[in-house]
């Protein structure tokens, strides 16, 4: 009897290993930079952070699920605008949403390697941020070179 118990027990473990094999592994955890050029006390800010967020959630990005996000607010003090690219990029995030022109600038100059989406830029392809509209790609290799502190 006891044999039988065995041999059914490991019968089942076998046909069970590839299922517990094939279970579906947790989400790797995505980054996102948020680097605005509007200041954390500016009415907007919150606004546009929260339907952001919101969004994302309704796509299914869920902070501390499987996204978590890294706000930055700069404001119009160009001074922050290098610091605080730096201090993104340090985190490893997977892509930086900016926005403005200078805010973009900064960060395009500051990485080659991290997709930056932007926002706020009147003319991308006239700020040379951009090839085209319908392949946005970066022009200008000064925009490319690392940002040096």
Same mark, same amino acid.
């Given at each position: 009897?006891?044999?039988?118990? !065995?041999?059914?027990?490991?019968?089942?473990?076998a046909?069970?290993?590839?299922?517990?094999?094939?279970?579906?592994?947790?989400?790797?955890?995505?980054?996102?930079a948020? !680097?605005?050029?509007?200041?954390?006390d500016?009415?907007?800010?919150?606004?546009?952070?929260?339907a952001?967020?919101?969004?994302?959630?309704?796509?299914?990005w869920?902070?501390?699920?499987?996204?978590?996000?890294?706000?930055?607010?700069?404001?119009?003090?160009?001074?922050?605008?290098?610091?605080?690219?730096?201090?993104?990029?340090?985190?490893?995030?997977?892509?930086?949403?900016?926005?403005?022109?200078?805010?973009?600038?900064?960060?395009?100059?500051?990485?080659?390697?991290?997709?930056?989406?932007?926002?706020?830029?009147?003319?991308?392809?006239?700020?040379? !941020?951009?090839?085209?509209?319908?392949?946005?790609?970066?022009?200008?290799?000064?925009?490319?070179?690392?940002?040096?502190a």
């Open positions: 009897m006891r044999r039988r118990e !065995f041999i059914t027990l490991l019968g089942g473990a046909v069970a290993w590839p299922l517990t094999a094939r279970a579906q592994q947790p989400e790797r955890m995505r980054r996102i948020v !680097f605005m050029n509007l200041t954390a500016d009415p907007r800010s919150p606004i546009g952070a929260a952001f967020v919101q969004e994302l959630q309704r796509l299914g869920n902070e501390g699920r499987n996204v978590r996000f890294d706000f930055r607010w700069a404001g119009s003090d160009v001074n922050h605008y290098r610091e605080y690219a730096t201090e993104l990029l340090a985190l490893a995030p997977d892509v930086i949403l900016t926005s403005g022109g200078s805010v973009t600038g900064t960060v395009q100059q500051a990485t080659r390697v991290v997709p930056i989406v932007f926002s706020g830029v009147i003319d991308p392809v006239g700020g040379g !941020f951009v090839a085209s509209l319908a392949r946005p790609v970066a022009t200008s290799p000064a925009l490319l070179q690392p940002i040096t």
